[in-house]
């Protein structure tokens, strides 16, 4: 049996002085103190691993002066392609202590080292190069002018891309530097500063990230970090009067508070909130990848991606094979430490998680789903959720409707394509889908007509930052990566010259 709790004895010495460290915030450059702090809990054994700042209003407060002082200072008046160089040699920093950072977030968030090194380290220095290029690229337009009621002279017109100003980021958990720096990367590509609000579990990865910046030149004030709550330090920071945008990535009841919260005073608002995406395997699907990549579409990450494929729709020729294969592939991962290489699964972040996974495996049970595999808990102090997978299930059951966010995988087959495709889109999600199919017209075919903002073609959860993601309906409004989120951090000036 693989051991379940962490060896904290095993962690680099770079991890070990950070979480020995008091954490304050990080305002203008600065730790600042808060009066209040909380505990970090080891997700694989509930036991107190640090503490962390516990932002006030006020606090809130501070940091939104300190980000609102370097707009108008240091770094509203350097040149984009000064802010480029300082965002490659933060990419670079960042590599250069990822076994520091990837250690911190997988001991606060329970999920696996290799996918903290490649995701939250690998990913975000891939990310911040290629939003580092948008710095020098944003360009507006020009033309003649026509205006009929003014006959005279001749006119242009310019347009200028200016940042938007102050930035309010808050994320979760479940990818927390990623996710961090799809928020902060496109900000400073477009000249923003940024107060960024990590989830609760998961404070640390950002404030590091925050040192490494300044280490890279980026002037204090540029990036602040506000740890705490998201009823008091997120509701102040996106009722706060100075910020001119909010955005967010987590579930879709806070998105909707936060909308709310937000239309008092018109911030702009970027909302990439939960999803219940589905893998459709038709009857020519490639199955010796499809199988595999079902099965880790669901429990990859323990199941905690937004996107991840929670739900399988498989042609009813060949449904049993595939339960069967996916089922085989989820009673071989190996359980345990998300800091032992051998590990394939970790625990989920929290305790209340866990409960909350097991009370929607046990409603479905209710509702007449049968249990494939895994299905109860994982005794001990840690929140484990064995892989799970759920077949027989009907749209309006309870774990069908609802994001679970956890191992839980639901099936049903289907005999036609336009069985498949109201099945999927029969959700009040429509983050991503991914069918598996090598026939042309049905490729063409799903991929108009299924609700959702990301459609992959044999591949599953495949972001490439060239590329926006967001989603449709209830999984959000406007999108992280590309273009699209650099331009989502800009306002628009039109300028008319009358020649004289
Ligand atoms: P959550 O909504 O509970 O919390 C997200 C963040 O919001 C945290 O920092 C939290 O402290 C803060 N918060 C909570 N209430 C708030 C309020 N009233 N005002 C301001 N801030 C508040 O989500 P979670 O449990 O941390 O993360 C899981 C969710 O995130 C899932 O629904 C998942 O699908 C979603 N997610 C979406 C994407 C995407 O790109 N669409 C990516 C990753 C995760």
Request: proline share 5%.
């Amino acid at each position: 049996m693989p051991r379940l709790e962490n060896d904290l004895t095993t962690l680099g010495d770079a991890a070990r002085a950070y979480l020995d460290r008091t954490h304050g915030l990080h305002i203008g450059g600065n730790v600042h103190d808060t009066a209040r702090s909380y505990e970090l809990k080891d997700p694989t054994s509930g036991l107190v691993f640090a503490r962390a700042a516990d932002a006030s209003a006020a606090d809130v407060d501070a940091a939104v002066k300190a980000a609102r002082s370097a707009l108008a200072g240091p770094w509203g008046s350097m040149r984009p392609n000064e802010r480029e160089l300082a965002m490659l040699r933060l990419a670079d920093l960042l590599e250069r202590h990822e076994t520091e950072i990837a250690e911190i977030e997988t001991l606060c968030s329970g999920r696996l080292l290799a996918n903290t090194r490649g995701v939250d380290v690998g990913y975000s220095a891939h990310f911040l190069r290629y939003m580092a290029g948008w710095s020098t690229k944003l360009a507006g337009q020009t033309a003649r002018l026509s205006i009929p009621y003014i006959p005279d002279g001749e006119m242009a017109g310019f347009t200028f891309r200016e940042p938007i100003g102050v930035v309010g980021a808050i994320v979760p958990w479940n990818v927390a530097l990623g996710i961090a720096v799809w928020k902060i990367a496109p900000a400073l590509a477009a000249g923003c500063t940024i107060v960024l609000k990590p989830a609760a579990q998961t404070p640390l990865s950002a404030l590091r990230f925050a040192e490494l910046a300044l280490k890279a030149g980026i002037p204090e004030g540029v990036i602040n970090i506000v740890t705490g709550s998201g009823a008091e330090t997120g509701i102040a920071l996106v009722r706060h009067p100075d910020i001119n945008m909010v955005t967010f990535t987590g579930s879709t009841a806070v998105g909707r508070q936060i909308a709310v919260d937000a239309a008092g005073s018109f911030k702009r608002c970027s909302l990439e909130l939960g999803g219940k995406s589905p893998v459709i395997l038709f009857q020519d699907a490639p199955l010796e990848r499809a199988i595999p990549a079902a099965a880790w579409a669901i429990f990859s990450n323990h199941g905690q991606n937004c996107c991840a494929g929670s739900r399988l729709y498989v042609h009813r020729s060949i449904y049993e094979q595939v339960i069967e294969g996916v089922a085989e592939i989820a009673r071989s991962i190996t359980i345990g430490s998300p800091l032992d290489k051998a590990t394939q699964m970790g625990p989920v972040v929290t305790q209340a998680q866990q409960k909350r996974i097991h009370e929607l495996i046990e409603a479905g049970k209710a509702e007449g789903a049968r249990v494939v595999v895994g299905g109860e808990p994982i005794e001990g102090p840690g929140s484990y959720v064995p892989p799970t997978v759920l077949t027989d299930v009907r749209a309006d059951m309870t774990p069908v409707r609802e994001e679970i966010f956890g191992p839980v995988l639901v099936a049903a087959s289907f005999a036609t394509d336009g069985e498949a495709l109201s099945l999927a889109n029969a959700s009040e999600y429509g983050l991503g889908a991914s069918i598996w199919t090598n026939d042309l017209d049905r490729v063409h075919h799903m991929t108009r007509r299924l609700e959702a903002g990301s459609i992959w073609v044999n591949v599953h959860n495949a972001l490439d930052v060239a590329l926006p993601f967001g989603g449709w309906k209830n999984s959000g409004m406007g999108a992280d990566l590309s273009e699209t989120a650099v331009l989502a951090h800009t306002k628009v000036k039109a300028a008319v010259h009358h020649y004289l």
